[in-house]
């Protein structure tokens, strides 16, 4: 099993759609868990840390269900400059374990 | 502003040269990293350093060499030894004691082909 598994995308939704990704890791052991979001040859940054407790920033709801060792990410009312590559990250350690990436495009 | 700086942006290296990539920081973070990413593919750890004069080999550090010889700088070579070296290289720091509270900061990252 990966450490860090996405949906493979990509995914193309139409403007104003809620888009909703998942992320499994393996590491029963990791204690911080964040998405990031990387543009089309840009590094990638930070988008939001997520707590067991889930927090939501504006459009977008994380999740964290360390039973089922399961993330997610939704966006709400998606906007065309919402088009990256979110990346599901967790850190097993003093160290970032990091997805592959699901690629979003929103279509107008 | 703090931040981090890669450079160059853009390198082009000739089979059997080594080359170096910049990496500088003043955000005062103690850990320092180094990833590789190839198209459609996730991010490969190569090196870390968690404090200066000490440093660790990733996941992926045959063909790499680096240095920490100052907290703001870890400067990456790709020797001739790297096979496949045309990749997307990212430099990132954090916070040692909290990284898992703020993740990581990246540089802009360097392009390397070779030609």
């Known amino acids: 099993r990966k450490e860090v598994e996405q949906d493979p995308g990509p995914f193309n939704v139409p403007e104003g759609a809620t888009v909703a990704f998942n992320c499994t890791y393996s590491?029963?052991?990791?204690?911080?868990f964040f998405w990031y979001r990387q543009d089309c040859r840009k590094e990638p940054k930070l988008l939001m840390s997520?707590?067991?407790s889930g927090n939501e920033d504006g459009r977008f709801t994380a999740q964290l269900n360390r039973a089922s060792q399961y993330i997610s990410l939704l966006i709400r009312d998606s906007k065309l400059s919402d088009s990256a590559t979110y990346l599901c990250?967790?850190?097993?350690?003093?160290?970032?374990?990091f997805g592959k990436g699901t690629k979003l495009s929103v279509i107008p | 502003d703090g931040g981090i700086t890669q450079s160059p942006k853009y390198l082009f290296r000739k089979e059997g040269q080594n080359v170096t990539l910049s990496c500088e920081q003043n955000?005062?973070?103690?850990?320092m990293y180094w990833y590789r990413q190839d198209p459609g593919q996730g991010l490969r750890l190569i090196y870390y350093?968690?404090?200066?004069?000490?440093?660790q080999k990733g996941d992926i550090a045959e063909g790499y060499s680096v240095s920490r010889e100052k907290k703001e700088s870890f400067p990456l070579t790709v020797t001739s030894a790297q096979k496949n070296p045309t990749a997307f290289y990212l430099c990132?720091?954090?916070?040692?004691?909290?990284?898992?509270?703020?993740?990581?900061?990246f540089g802009s990252g360097t392009r390397l082909t070779v030609v």
């Open positions: 990132a720091s954090s916070m040692y004691a909290r990284q898992g509270d703020y993740g990581y900061t």
């Open positions: 350093s968690q404090i200066v004069n000490d440093f």
């Open positions: 955000l005062n973070h103690d850990a």
């Open positions: 990250v967790v850190s097993p350690s003093y160290q970032l374990t």
């Open positions: 997520v707590y067991s």
């Open positions: 590491n029963s052991a990791s204690q911080s």
